[in-house]
């Protein structure tokens, strides 16, 4: 046990090494004032409406959540799974990547009689659905303007897009033909419409960052968000650092760069993002209080 607790700790010290690290190293190499005076023109109203895009998809996890357990036959309401969500999503925001929250979902579920085997395959299922509008995006988008990309990670992008999506595919129509319960959620047709909401979250998360884009005045064109914000998406949610803090920063700050943009410019979009984050798990963290109270 005391074994398990030190490795534990160990994970939780290098992922904020990782994060803040990161962040270190491009402070050092960040011009302030430059960096001031891309804040200080933040225009609110883009801001907000990113916020929006932000509180929309928090909702349509939720309903995606709830769709993958519908085919169990398990039935609790809509606001059961968004109070838990976010309940997972601001832990998730305090603890190192994402296994504290989600941990927590498959708990809830458990107690209220999902057997724990299906508890947690419906949060990883809910995770992975949610890398497959990642990948989605990315068939869709590489095409249209991976100009900017080295050859090496261009190559490895469209390889692992388009052969995940083959092999998506070929495991449903497998499970369907095994028709197994445990697997129902997976199976063609009823995994399209979580699939459907996965994409949706995920064209919301790119239009999150579009939105901020706008807030800092960037005249940054909307399909390189469509190729950038996809891979950051994924390296956040690596439980490799906090909340992918200093990850995201420093990936956008490298694919900016590419772009011809200083580093200034990935690093204050990546940290208005990061305070998006901060203001979206105060509604979890409510509920954690209210529930304590009571």
């Known amino acids: 046990m005391n074994l398990k607790k030190f490795k534990g700790s160990l994970l939780f010290i290098l992922r904020v090494l990782i994060s803040f690290g990161i962040l270190f190293y491009l402070f050092k190499k960040t011009d302030w004032e430059k960096l001031r005076a891309i804040i200080s023109n933040l225009q609110i109203s883009y801001y907000l409406l990113a916020l929006g895009c932000v509180i929309t ?8 959540w709830r769709t993958i357990c519908k085919a169990w036959n398990f039935e609790a309401s809509f606001r059961y799974y968004l109070k838990n969500y976010l309940l997972g999503f601001s832990i998730n925001t305090v603890f190192p990547g994402i296994v504290a929250g989600d941990t927590l979902r ?12 299906k508890a947690g395959f419906s949060v990883l299922l809910d995770r992975g659905l949610g890398l497959m509008g990642i990948l989605l995006i990315l068939s869709i988008s590489l095409p249209l ?8 990670l261009k190559l490895f992008l469209y390889t692992v897009s388009y052969g995940s999506i083959i092999g998506f595919l070929i495991l449903s129509l497998l499970f369907k033909f095994l028709n197994r319960d445990f697997f129902k959620p997976l199976e063609i047709p009823t995994v399209f419409k979580p699939l459907l909401l996965g994409l949706i979250i995920q064209v919301l998360f790119v239009f999150q960052f579009i939105f901020l884009g706008l807030a800092l005045n960037f005249s940054i ?10 891979i950051i998406s994924f390296l ?11 990850l995201r920063e420093g990936t956008l700050s490298y694919f900016l760069f590419l772009l011809n943009y200083p580093l ?26 209210r529930g304590r109270w009571k």
């Open 57 to 64: 998809f928090q909702m349509l996890v939720a309903l995606r």
């Open 106 to 117: 498959s708990i809830f579920l458990t107690r209220s009689g999902l057997d724990w085997k």
């Open 145 to 152: 303007g991976d100009h900017f990309l080295p050859q090496p």
């Open 221 to 230: 064109k909307p399909n390189y968000y469509f190729i950038i914000i996809p």
């Open 236 to 246: 956040s949610a690596l439980p490799i650092s906090i909340s992918g803090l200093g």
């Open 264 to 289: 200034e410019y990935g690093l204050s979009l990546g940290l208005l993002a990061y305070s998006l984050i901060l203001l979206s798990s105060l509604p979890g963290i409510f509920v954690y209080l």
